[in-house]
């Protein structure tokens, strides 16, 4: 089975599980390393970015964090730390259900014609950094309301103001009420047209462009930081590399290092979601494999990128 | 025949006089909360817990700052498996108690999601008064043990059911709350009132009986979604006493919600953007010579 | 004697040379290796030769003559002609055309300059000549020394460098003014559906040229079955050289046994075939190796294994997507010496080494490839460094240095076996 197939299996599985897995009783919890929204109705688990703002991070005041709810916070950052230690980026690849929500537009993109958007690799780079700004902003917004600094309305401020997966998502969940512009007060009005603000250009990037908002993604890089502790790897073969280009043709996130790199094994960079495309399109057999604790679990290969089953004859 | 039509006259007011005072104390209807003192709760900021339990502190206390006498409380308290659904497997635990001279203040600790309703009672100038609330513990401790079930038959006091429309979270302005006595105690109409005065709202008819919707409080919706203010529903009682209930009331959660405005943002900006980036497509086309079919 | 008459003897000398070296090659295979499987069609094919009417009555598409192999085959198909490539092969054609050309030139386009001399109507179709090695950019100036081009020529400027976006854009564009010429001399407009049919359509030679491979790998199909295999490419539609592949596999598949056995004989002194391109009918290079009893079991020949890209990766179904994708893969994916930054030519090498336990690398120089002898040196450093052997084989097209290459090659064989792998 291509990794193509695979990943898609998963996605959808995950996507049931995820959004609809809480009314059959599934509880996964809020350290769910990827975009399980947990403003959807009945969702089966999740996203830790949410707890991470809020009652199991940093929206815990300094006096209420050396008892239970710091205890409470440490033991659910284990349980994403061990999450992220086994999947890696497959996360971001195999199970996000926005991540698969923006693959359902690549494919109705493609499906109509319509030419896709690449991004320059110097434009790339200047992008990636708004994913530390909005790092940045998911711990220091609940640590300044804490404070008193900002108004109690920035409650758990990346996901009311720049996650745009808050108002598409729960539209799966049958509920439209996060596309409603607040006018309670002047800062709910200014937090809720925000996240409509960014959700409807996000959007349109995101028919144009693969996984658009992953350049953004906080998340992406939370868990690239954890990379150390990773068992999941996309590992190259340089010397088995032809230069063809292709990986950096089929990448989602247009990473050149696939591609361009001539001396190092490791090429599992902060953009790169372990979407495995670019293991499926490579002919140059060994060149690239996902491997898991060393272990290679796919490798690339000229069968596997012409999509032939097991070479007839296959050494 | 000249004495007679002063004598019908002065038995005729006897008799509305009578009737006037035997209906007004049948149903309470003489109880003026802005004039007269009544006893409620108010809640208190409540004690933090390193170990996970959860706590809420109330006061007992008289609306015009006079002391009380001879008040005790007792609370029911009703495990939930979460804070919607009740723990069928555990039983709810009647819990009595009385306050002393001083300090009426009760604090409910709890390691587990409880609801809780409370119930307290004293004497102030004089005639009883009781006092209602109700609130959610949400505790997560095994430092704190539950309740036992049990505890003997509920106290028979004057008391209200208690409901309310909305979303179950926590009061707002804008939903309906309706009380209605339980049993015939002959509990009047009640009053909403604040602190300071009269509540500021709707009195409605419901088939649950009277209810009351807060209105939207500027200052409420001006502060986040945490902040509150108290509402006593208050009644009077034969006996010239008085019931409260104590609510704290939330902003409106989605009473703010312009889901058209919402759209037209969101529709404006994918707009706005899709022109952008059709815009930037036509400029970055490359392959200018390829002979392609139009 | 008249110049004509001169000229007209040469020609004639040339055509009879050439013809006995078609027909010697034809032969000799027949008798080597007449109990291939499948072997009739493909020969038969090269016994035809490039004729332009033949190629045309058998595909059913005029042709456009094509040099090297960065102009991308779909976009040709799509626009509805056959591009051919014109083998340059001959010595007789070679030596035709030598006097008027410098010594150490490249002989391929000797010879080939030698076919257009022999077939005045290879001139007048159109030509496509992608600007790669110095030889190829004179090419043109060349011809002109033998008569112009009477026919239509575009030349493709291929960039250099490989690694940035802007060159990717430069060499988009070049491909679609590739295709505006095709258009401009009759052909049809590029759409979505006739490209993406024409990728439908070498996808599946790809395919069974990847299966074909696998076999080769195994030892199962010799050197020059493979290069005859692998040249008839351009004699016939895509589809029916497709077809005969996929029979053959199937048939040396049967043949084998159960098709997962290796060939032990086929497999023993294993080496990798690098450098200048061989074209039917020099294949001495090839008789010389199965001589030696050094099984080539892959190689990088741009006339053979590389005679396409492996693999075109495509995201984007729009015209501009497809071109692109064909671009890149035309371009990024060529293995050619002629780019400025190639040190990706010996990942082949190191894949058929972890494959089919290739012990070493005879590199083939036809005298005159600068950009190959070049090449030949930092290969050979970076092979040293996974354990293989090196041999660098110059030649030409002529016989005389048979006996000598061959007592190097006999010499190499046992080398191949004298000490283990050291490094992966």
């Known amino acids: 089975m291509s990794l193509k197939s695979l990943r898609l299996l998963v996605q959808h599985a995950s996507f049931v599980v995820l959004i609809y897995g809480g009314r059959f009783g599934v509880r996964l919890g809020p350290g769910v390393p990827c975009f399980a929204c947990p403003y959807v109705n009945g969702c089966g688990g999740q996203c830790y970015l949410m707890g991470l703002q809020g009652y199991i991070g940093f929206g815990i005041s300094a006096a209420d964090f050396w008892g239970f709810e710091g205890a409470r916070a440490l033991f659910w950052f284990l349980v994403f730390v061990v999450l992220v230690a086994l999947l890696g980026k497959l996360w971001c690849g195999f199970v996000c259900p926005f991540g698969l929500f923006q693959d359902w537009l690549t494919m109705l993109r493609r499906r109509l014609g319509f030419s896709g958007l690449k991004i320059a690799p110097e434009t790339m780079a200047k992008l990636g950094i708004v994913k530390y700004v909005l790092l940045a902003w998911l711990v220091l917004g609940p640590i300044m309301i804490n404070l008193g600094i900002l108004h109690r309305d920035f409650y758990l401020p990346f996901c009311q103001m720049f996650c745009p997966a808050k108002p598409i998502l729960p539209v799966f969940g049958g509920e439209l009420r996060h596309f409603a512009l607040d006018v309670t007060n002047l800062v709910t009005t200014i937090v809720t047209s925000t996240s409509l603000a960014v959700t409807g250009g996000t959007l349109a990037a995101m028919f144009a462009r693969p996984r658009f908002f992953c350049v953004f993604c906080p998340l992406l890089a939370m868990i690239h930081f954890l990379k150390p502790v990773t068992l999941l790897a996309l590992k190259k073969e340089p010397a088995l590399c032809h230069g063809c280009g292709t990986c950096r043709r089929v990448c989602f996130m247009d990473v050149e290092k696939v591609w361009l790199e001539k001396a190092e094994s490791d090429v599992q960079c902060v953009d790169c979601v372990n979407c495995g495309e670019c293991v499926d399109s490579c002919s140059a057999s060994g060149a690239l494999r996902l491997t898991f604790a060393g272990k290679p679990l796919a490798k690339s290969s000229r069968a596997r990128s012409l999509g032939l089953k097991k070479h007839r004859g296959a050494a | 025949m000249r004495s007679s039509a002063p004598r019908v006259r002065f038995f005729s007011a006897l008799a509305t006089a009578v009737l006037l005072t035997v209906m007004s104390g049948g149903t309470g209807l003489a109880f003026d909360p802005e004039t007269e003192g009544y006893v409620r709760w108010e809640f208190k900021p409540p004690p933090r817990h390193k170990n996970g339990a959860a706590s809420v502190s109330l006061n007992l206390v008289s609306s015009d700052g006079k002391p009380l006498s001879e008040a005790s409380w007792y609370y029911k308290a009703t495990p939930l498996a979460s804070f919607r659904m009740v723990d069928d497997s555990a039983g709810t635990a009647i819990v009595r108690g009385s306050f002393g001279d001083g300090d009426n203040t009760l604090t409910i600790d709890s390691g587990v999601y409880l609801f809780v309703e409370l119930m307290g009672t004293a004497v102030l100038d004089g005639k009883r008064h009781y006092a209602q609330t109700h609130g959610l513990l949400f505790g997560e401790s095994l430092a704190v043990e539950p309740p036992e079930p049990g505890g003997g038959p509920e106290p028979d006091w004057p008391s209200f059911a208690f409901s309310g429309s909305g979303e179950i979270y926590w009061p707002q302005t804008g939903h309906t709350f309706v009380l209605s006595p339980k049993g015939d105690r002959g509990i009047g109409e009640f009053t909403a009132m604040t602190p300071t005065g009269k509540a500021l709202g709707e009195y409605v008819d419901t088939d649950g009986g009277r209810g009351f919707v807060p209105a939207t409080d500027k200052e409420l919706n001006a502060m986040g979604a945490t902040a509150s203010k108290p509402v006593f529903f208050v009644a009077g009682i034969p006996d010239g006493g008085s019931v409260s209930y104590t609510i704290y009331v939330h902003r409106s959660r989605y009473g703010g919600e312009k889901l058209n405005l919402g759209f037209v943002v969101f529709s404006s900006t994918f707009v706005g953007t899709s022109f952008v980036l059709i815009l930037f497509f036509r400029r970055r086309r490359v392959l200018r010579h390829v002979a392609q079919e139009s | ?424």
């Not at chain 3, 059913?60 to 591009?83: D, H, K, R, S, T």
């Not at chain 3, 336990?357 to 600068?370: P, T």
């Open chain 3, 1 to 424: 004697m008249s110049e004509d008459t001169r000229h007209s003897r040469l020609l004639a000398r040339a055509r009879d040379k050439r013809t006995g070296e078609w027909e010697a090659e034809l032969a000799d295979i027949r008798a080597a290796r007449g109990d291939f499987p499948g072997l009739d069609y493909f020969l038969s094919l090269h016994a035809e030769g490039p004729s332009p009417e033949k190629i045309e009555e058998r595909t059913g598409m005029p042709p456009v003559a094509l040099l090297c192999l960065q102009a991308p085959i779909e976009i040709f198909l799509a626009q509805g002609f056959f591009p051919v490539k014109i083998l340059g092969g001959s010595h007789g054609c070679a030596n035709l055309t030598s006097p008027k050309l410098p010594a150490l030139m490249c002989p391929t386009l000797k010879a080939v300059l030698g076919e257009t001399e022999l077939d005045p109507r290879l001139p007048r179709i159109p030509w496509v000549l992608p600007l790669t090695c110095d030889w190829m950019v004179k090419f043109k100036e060349t011809r002109a020394l033998f008569g112009d081009f009477p026919g239509p020529v575009h030349l493709l400027e291929v960039p250099r460098l490989r690694e940035s976006a802007e060159t990717g854009d430069r060499w988009v564009r070049e491909v679609s003014k590739l295709s505006g010429f095709l258009a401009k001399i009759g052909g049809k407009k590029l759409n979505a559906k006739n490209l993406s049919k024409a990728m439908g359509t070498m996808e599946e030679a790809r395919k069974a040229q990847a299966e074909l491979a696998v076999l080769r790998r195994k030892g199962l199909v010799p050197a020059r079955v493979h290069a005859l295999i692998q040249g008839a490419f351009f004699f016939d539609r895509a589809e029916n050289w497709t077809r005969s592949v996929n029979l053959v596999i199937g048939a040396v598949r049967k043949k084998a046994g159960n098709g997962d056995a290796p060939n032990e004989t086929g497999r023993e002194n294993p080496v990798f075939l690098s450098g200048s391109p061989v074209f039917f009918p020099n294949f001495k290079i090839l008789k010389l190796l199965e001589t030696a009893k050094l099984n080539v079991l892959a190689d990088d020949l741009c006339s053979s294994e590389r005679l396409f890209p492996r693999h075109v990766a495509v995201t984007d179904r729009t015209v501009e997507g497809m071109t692109r994708a064909l671009a890149d893969a035309y371009h990024r994916g060529c293995l050619c010496p002629v780019f400025a930054e190639n040190a990706h030519r010996a990942s082949v090498i190191k894949e058929a080494q972890n494959e089919a336990g290739v012990r070493g690398v005879v590199f083939h120089l036809l005298k005159g490839c600068h950009p190959y002898d070049l090449d030949s040196f930092s290969l050979e450093e970076a092979l040293r460094g996974w354990g293989l052997k090196f041999l660098k084989i110059e030649t030409d097209y002529s016989a005389e240095d048979g006996q000598n290459l061959l007592t190097r090659l006999e010499a190499f064989r046992p080398t191949l076996n004298v000490e283990k792998r050291t490094a992966k």
